[in-house]
């Protein structure tokens, strides 16, 4: 228990509390009694009934003090009850509210088009994580407001990640359905001597690939690649042929562009692009190239889901594939 003040307990302290007030009450009704007998004999009342007329006035002095306690007890109490109901009727509203917005938002997953399952497991990992250590807390908030902006970035038709993406490439290639056309750029796939120590060389180029690979196989999808040609590397482009081959044995349709096949509209829109399953554009811009030996470095990614943005790109690619030149893989590779 708390101790007091001078010693002792908080209980002891009560029951102090609680005798000095019945003691108070006792006083003032002896007291109140003793005044009420010194009237009556002033009075000249006889003793007997001035004895039990000041017994009377005493108890009933007495019984009033306790009465007035009690009702400063009850609408103590009463104010208590009502605070208690208001805090209780409070903290329901709330949970009703959250409740509801839970239940709303329960209700707006069950008619989207993503999967209940998924949704729920993730909130499930997410509320697992405890606020120790800090870190681990604080990344994984960061990490959830990163993807709840990209979604909302999604929602509303593009979405931008500075610098090289990697996941959004690899994820869109493993979850396309029907067709992937792109167009390789060296200013963005190439390296100090084109395509030969670029993009195709990396892990992720590698990864790339082999995702490439499994969604031709496996899933049917149609991959269709235009690799432009840099205007001063065309002739150094001795292993070319072995990138174009890998390409083919990956179940990859391969054509080179040379500069001068290029129609002038096209020429000046040339972009590094990927459109997956004519539905969403994949854009990649490099930036400007200050030494040639070194490989490019990437600005910014975009994902496109605008239906004529995407279709600009469908149409871009239509273009250059017509002039772009078939790759023979029974052709002697250039010396």
């Known amino acids: ?32 009694g003793g005044l009420t007998w010194v009237i009556a004999n002033l009075t000249g009342q006889q003793k007997e009934w001035a004895l039990l007329f000041s017994a009377f006035v005493g108890s009933v002095v007495l019984i009033v003090q306790f009465l007035v306690d009690f009702e400063r007890r009850i609408k103590l109490v009463e104010a208590s009850i009502e605070a208690h109901h208001a805090s209780i009727e409070s903290i329901v509203q709330r949970r009703f509210a959250e ?35 800090r870190l681990r807390y604080d990344f994984a908030h960061a990490e959830i407001h990163r993807m709840s902006e990209f979604l909302r970035e999604l929602g509303s038709g593009t979405a931008t990640y500075f610098g090289e993406d990697r996941d959004w490439l690899l994820g869109l290639t493993r979850e396309a359905s029907t067709s992937i056309d792109a167009i390789s750029l060296p200013s963005v796939d190439g390296g100090g ?19 490439q690979r499994e969604a031709a196989e496996r899933r049917g999808v149609r991959i269709r690649r235009i690799l432009v040609l840099d ?40 972009l590094d692009f990927i459109v ?35 279709q600009a790109h469908r149409h871009h690619f239509d273009e250059l594939w017509k002039v772009a030149e078939p790759f023979d893989p029974s052709a002697p590779q250039a010396a």
């Open 1 to 32: 228990m708390e101790p007091a003040r001078f010693g002792g307990t908080v209980n002891d302290q009560i029951r102090v509390g609680t005798t000095s007030e019945v003691l108070r009450k006792s006083t003032i009704s002896v007291l109140t």
């Open 193 to 211: 001597h084109g395509f030969a120590d670029g993009f195709w060389e990396s892990d992720l180029g590698h990864r790339y690939l082999e995702c």
């Open 99 to 133: 409740i509801g917005g839970i239940a709303e938002l329960f209700s707006l997953v069950e008619t989207s088009a993503m999967r209940t399952d998924v949704v729920v497991q993730f909130l499930r990992n997410a509320v697992a994580i405890g606020e120790s250590p």
């Open 276 to 310: 997956f399953d004519d539905v969403i554009g994949y854009e990649v811009t490099p930036g400007a190239h200050a030494d040639a030996d070194m490989p490019p470095t990437i600005v910014n990614t975009r994902l496109v889901l605008r239906a004529d943005a995407v």
């Open 231 to 270: 205007r001063l590397s065309v002739l150094a482009e001795e292993n070319l042929h072995n990138l174009c081959s890998r390409h083919s044995n990956h179940g990859i349709e391969v054509r080179t562009l040379h500069p001068e096949s290029i129609p002038l509209g096209a020429s000046r829109a040339l």
